[in-house]
């Protein structure tokens, strides 16, 4: 094989809990199939690399980069991104004390981090500012809106 050549692979995923077949190029990252092929557009491409957590989706309950991770990688994993949190028309808790808080201005990192937040308060329902600060280190806010954030996930 040459360096640098990739193949079709047919894929079965699970992403909020619904089975999806895709056909993607060896190299494509489940990023890319959650934006380009499911239309799930929520979780946003931000630097591309792993390191601003606008891209975060649930991969088996673990906060993940979605732009780091091959597709072919979260295939027997169950993947959870923003749009999953809600039960139908039923928001989930962090989403309803983000709206309470007004913890956004752009709102380009918030569905990386209320997946992130879910996963901390799966894992613990009460956390204190501390737990909430470590569990939401990787992601940036350009806006500066860390505050309210914080005080929304604890309202939560
Ligand atoms: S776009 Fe994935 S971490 Fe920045
Ligand atoms: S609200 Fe704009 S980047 Fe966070």
Same mark, same amino acid.
Not at 70 to 79: D, F
Not at 108 to 129: F, H, K, M, Q, R
């Given at each position: 094989?040459?360096?640098?050549?990739?193949?079709?692979?047919?894929?079965?995923?699970?992403?909020?809990?619904?089975?999806?077949?895709?056909?993607?190029?060896?190299?494509?990252?489940?990023?890319?199939?959650?934006?380009?092929?499911?239309?799930?557009?929520?979780?946003?491409?931000? *630097?591309? #690399? =792993?390191?601003?957590?606008?891209?975060?989706? @649930?991969?088996? $309950?673990? &906060?993940?980069?979605?732009?780091?991770?091959?597709?072919?990688?979260?295939?027997?994993?169950?993947?959870?991104?923003?749009?999953?949190?809600?039960?139908?028309?039923?928001?989930?808790?962090?989403?309803?004390?983000?709206?309470?808080?007004?913890?956004?201005?752009?709102?380009? *990192?918030? #569905? =990386?981090?209320?997946?992130?937040?879910?996963? @901390?308060?799966? $894992?613990? &329902?009460?956390?204190?500012?501390?737990?909430?600060?470590?569990?939401?280190?990787?992601?940036?806010?350009?806006?500066?809106?860390?505050?309210?954030?914080?005080?929304?996930?604890?309202?939560?």
């Amino acid at each position: 094989m040459t360096g640098g050549a990739t193949q079709d692979l047919d894929l079965m995923l699970v992403v909020n809990g619904v089975r999806c077949q895709v056909t993607v190029d060896s190299g494509t990252t489940l990023l890319n199939v959650l934006r380009g092929e499911l239309g799930l557009t929520g979780t946003r491409f931000g *630097c591309g #690399s =792993g390191l601003c957590g606008a891209c975060f989706v @649930l991969v088996d $309950a673990r &906060p993940t980069a979605s732009c780091d991770l091959p597709a072919s990688a979260a295939v027997g994993t169950n993947v959870v991104t923003v749009e999953g949190l809600s039960d139908g028309d039923k928001l989930h808790p962090v989403q309803r004390a983000f709206i309470e808080e007004q913890a956004a201005q752009c709102g380009y *990192c918030v #569905s =990386g981090i209320l997946v992130s937040a879910a996963a @901390l308060l799966a $894992a613990n &329902p009460a956390p204190d500012e501390p737990a909430v600060l470590a569990a939401l280190e990787r992601h940036l806010c350009r806006c500066g809106a860390q505050r309210r954030m914080v005080k929304a996930v604890m309202r939560a």
